[in-house]
């Protein structure tokens, strides 16, 4: 029971996220991601990681996190800030939606 009271308070602190957008969008944003996540964002250059088939709420709360400062990246951060949370809500879900070379 202390484990689920742990579990509860945990979900409840965390800021929701609620990813749910349209990947067909999203195919229309992400042309700059291409340079370092590569086609799909399964192919990436140097050190990049693949997002391809990444989970779209992990997706979405990292873009929010570059976005607003809580993760840093100078190259992420330059990319995110003038979007709006829809658009990042359509990248996360364009991504989440490729195929993944990891599965």
């Known amino acids: 029971m ?61 873009l929010i996190a570059y976005q607003n400062g809580s993760r840093s990246n100078q190259v992420m951060s330059a990319q995110v800030t003038a979007l709006s949370r829809e658009d990042l809500e359509n990248m996360a879900a364009y991504f989440a939606a490729q195929p993944s070379p990891l599965h």
């Open 2 to 62: 202390k484990r689920l009271a742990i579990i509860l308070c945990a979900l409840a602190s965390t800021p929701a996220t609620f990813a749910g957008g349209d990947p067909d969008i999203g195919a229309t944003i992400v042309s700059a991601c291409v340079a370092c996540h590569g086609e799909g964002g399964g192919k990436p250059i140097l050190n990049y990681p693949i997002i391809a088939g990444q989970h779209e709420d992990y997706l979405l709360r990292s």
